[in-house]
């Protein structure tokens, strides 16, 4: 059974779309504001439509949602959006070239995730934040490789100086961390472990890297000061990501240690979809597993046991403690939750129905395109009433417990929410044109 949030969209929605359908839909969205991507100067963006100084931090630039964001402007036909944060991206990334080569030349320990390259921001000032903060997320940095190289290939943005040096020292630090070993806090900046999605979002990334080296637009090795990533570093880098993935999935992590163990993860999911680094019997065996366990009436929640905007979240904690750091310990936030009170996400159901649109475009499979239509629907279910403190038709990061009833997160508007949307739209446009 379909949850709808805003009745408006009852005019637009359909158990079997047609092309002029999804565009006036669609339309209708762009319309409303859902799709409104507030920019930066240095063409970032914020995480959530907040105020600078909102408690909550996410006023931030996470490198992982601008990408994700970034990806939704190339889908939409948007390139030079697309490049703005990818450039954006690249300024941040090369003031963090001395903690790089730090690691490198082993002055600096990596196991202190202060010493890694920031993947959280200031975009104002494209400069760090004075805050210890959970920084060892090697999906971060393979979600920047992915993203960049594909646009480089595409010819949506040049491969400079700046651009060469930071794809080249990134996937150096991957090789000296040996991401496929490294335990690291991954999409959800939690305990670290050995995850199979940050694996598998690095290897996305050197696939790509590895990828335009194919390409004239390289005109011989990247350098990364005076150190050469070889095409020879790189494949092993990939044959070292790809073996260790496929002993892992479909699960996220094996490791005996309770406190690290967890087999259904929705981040999984963006390997199959944008990242396409897994697909076929394994691709099914992670939605087999994250519909199986993870999938609720209004979203899908990131993990079992996730204590993050667990039901009553906001007379449980203080503003200030709400998005806080919880990397070394989880146990005091995770006291908190009730079984099967987790918060139910909105940036998972398009990231399906896009990735059934992906196998549909591939297969002709009419089911698949059932399903696809089953998941955009659901993602529009999600989207706000009109009544909502927040405004009519916005995209929340997901929605939680209050005294019972599921309601938006603060964190509404989330952009990499309004993104997974629009290209899971363009997606179903694309599925019915073909």
Known sequence: MLRLHNPRLLDFLRFRYSVEDVRRLTAFLREAGTFHFPALESGLHPAAHVSHDDPSGYASIWIRDNAHVAHAHAVDGRPKEAAAVVGGLTKFLATQAARITAVLEGASDATDPM???????????????????AHAQNDALG?????????????????????RSTLAGTALFLEKIEYWRDEDSGHWEETRKRSASSIGTALAGLTELDRLYDSPLVKGELKFGGRTLTRAQLQKLVTHGRETLLEHLPHECLDPDPKKRREADAAL????YPLEIVD???????????????????????????SYWCADYKTKLAADARSADYSDDLSGRDALLREGEEAQWCIFDPILSAAYGRRYQQTG????????????????????????????????????????????????PLLWTQGNLLTALRMMERSLAE
Not at 283 to 298: C, K
């Open 269 to 272: 999911l963006f390997l199959i």
């Open 365 to 412: 499979a009419i089911d698949d395109l059932r399903r696809q239509t089953e998941f955009l629907n659901r993602s529009l279910g999600h989207l706000t009433s009109d009544d909502s403190r927040f405004g009519g038709l916005r995209c929340p990061e997901s929605y939680y417990l209050e005294n019972g009833r599921y309601v938006p997160v603060d964190q509404t």
């Open 115 to 133: 010493n890694r390259p920031h993947i959280r921001f200031d975009g104002r000032k494209v400069a760090e934040i004075d805050e210890r903060w």
């Open 143 to 163: 979600y920047y490789l992915w993203i960049a190289s594909r646009l480089v290939s595409e010819g949506a943005m040049p491969l400079d100086d700046s651009l």
């Open 280 to 306: 076929g019997a394994t691709a099914d065996a992670i939605i087999e597993v994250v519909l199986r366990d993870l999938v609720g009436d209004v979203g899908i929640r990131r993990y079992r046991g996730d």
